[in-house]
């Protein structure tokens, strides 16, 4: 198998070792234009070689050798924090047959209900979102990242109560805000210590584990007391997710677990993808005026699927996780090469979402290549997208098994937020520096990104 052959230093490619992971991305692209779409590379001292893939047929192909209870990796911050206090999580670091059953449940709540149960709480906050901009008169949204970890975190909380949220959101407004800005300190502290071992970080009691250790005791506690009252409130007047899950007959302690990693994860992941989505039509301002109009205009019934493609288009361009890494349990082949059992594998997100192979005119924003063509002899869907080669070269929430369990609710807040923006708003691109994509976790903007707000006339 290919491999990179470039200067190292105590094992690391040179790159990686002056300029740490924080370009890991970019470092990966390159290598796979020098060596092709698999290739194998030791990216950390001490550690196995892990094996890189850009072609979307073999990402493809990964996914159906995970076997029956998928593998993956948890960072390493987790599971030490995990093992030194006992902390019992929910899905993401659940394995066996405890996943599998919880996994299970949960697929027939979120990802397969009856009728789309997230529409409604989604508007409310995203109605919420929107009328405090309109109310904030200032000529930039300040702290923007900060209050879209509150987004989504209010949005989590809106789904689990149903019906009751508008009813108690006063009241827990101060708590989800603080809540959020502790989440915000886990993902600061996670990203600081993932380029060192944070074993040894805890072991020698390092300034970055006490902090990490601070924030993520108070957000579990303020997450399970929150959560506390949530349940409270819907045993007394059933609606929502949690009623749901109660129906399901999953013990609180159940509920407990998989509710609190619900509403940790929402920040890193939903809240960072929608500041991504901003910041590009903030930065293609014809694109977003052709979007907005077409929102603004209530004939026009295009408008749901164009939403769909500029959510998908900046998860293409801006995949907040640039990698998928999965464990191969068994000795396999992949691009021709084969495979050890237990084999690492990081899926290349961030190259094959540029790849003109996949898709034309790669760097540009085009939100309607995800549109389906129409057939020549009637109104009708053809089915292939405009200009989307293969859709598989970008798979934000994965796929199989172990695909992200809110993959629709995150596309469903994302959309109705975005429409409820652009209605309103035409937004505006402050920052004077060019944004890059680097990554703490999962990939950030290089500097905060600054947006101003103006109200369509």
């Not at 470039?6 to 990966?28: A, D, I």
């Not at 702290?143 to 789904?159: C, F, G, P, R």
């Not at 004939?299 to 998860?315: F, I, S």
Request: aromatic share 8%; net charge negative.
């Amino acid at each position: 198998m290919p491999q990179p052959r470039g200067p190292r230093t105590m094992g690391m490619p040179l790159p990686l070792f002056e300029g740490g992971h924080s370009k890991l991305h970019l470092y990966v692209d390159e290598q796979h234009r020098d060596l092709g779409d698999v290739f194998q590379d030791q990216i950390a001292p001490d550690s196995e070689s892990i094996v890189f893939v850009a072609d979307p047929v073999e990402m493809r192909r990964t996914f159906g050798l995970e076997g029956k209870y998928p593998l993956h990796l948890v960072p390493e911050s987790w599971t030490v924090y995990n093992k030194a206090y006992g902390c019992q999580r929910g899905l993401f670091f659940m394995d066996g047959e405890e996943w599998l059953n919880m996994r299970r449940v949960m697929n027939r709540l979120m990802l397969k209900p009856e009728a789309n149960i997230f529409s409604a709480p989604c508007q409310h906050v995203a109605n919420a979102l929107v009328s405090q901009w309109q109310h904030e008169n200032t000529t930039e949204i300040q702290n923007l990242e900060e209050q879209l970890y509150k987004w989504s975190l209010d949005t989590v909380v809106a789904v689990m109560i149903g019906t009751n949220y508008e009813a108690h959101a006063g009241k827990w407004n101060g708590i989800i805000s603080q809540l959020a800005s502790d989440i915000h300190s886990i993902f600061l502290e996670s990203a600081e210590m993932s380029s060192m071992s944070a074993k040894v970080a805890r072991d020698e009691d390092k300034p970055v584990w006490r902090r990490f250790k601070k924030s993520v005791d108070v957000s579990l506690s303020t997450a399970r007391s929150l959560l506390r009252e949530m349940i409270s409130v819907c045993s007394a007047s059933p609606s929502g997710l949690l009623s749901d899950m109660q129906d399901a007959e999953l013990s609180e302690e159940e509920i407990m677990k998989v509710v609190v990693d619900l509403i940790l994860a929402a920040g890193d992941t939903t809240a960072m993808s929608l500041q991504w989505t901003l910041f590009l039509l903030a930065k293609n301002p014809d694109v977003q005026e052709s979007i907005s109009a077409k929102i603004r205009n209530k004939t026009d019934t295009l408008h749901p699927a164009l939403l769909r493609g500029v959510v998908r288009e900046a998860l293409r361009l801006y995949p907040v996780a640039p990698f998928l890494i999965r464990i191969v349990p068994e000795q396999c082949v992949i691009g021709g090469y084969e495979l050890p059992p237990n084999k690492l594998v990081f899926l290349s997100l961030y190259t094959s979402g540029r790849d003109p192979k996949n898709f034309p005119e790669p760097e540009k924003f085009w939100p309607e290549r995800w549109l389906r063509e129409i057939s020549n002899d009637n109104e009708n869907s053809s089915g292939a997208y405009i200009a989307v080669k293969n859709s598989y070269a970008s798979m934000p929430f994965a796929m199989g098994a172990r695909s992200c369990i809110g993959r629709k609710l995150a596309e469903t807040q994302m959309i109705t937020t975005l429409a409820s923006i652009l209605k309103q708003f035409k937004l505006e691109l402050l920052n004077a520096n060019d944004i890059e994509m680097v990554m703490r976790m999962v990939a950030v903007p290089s500097e905060p990104i600054r947006l101003r707000l103006k109200h369509h006339q």
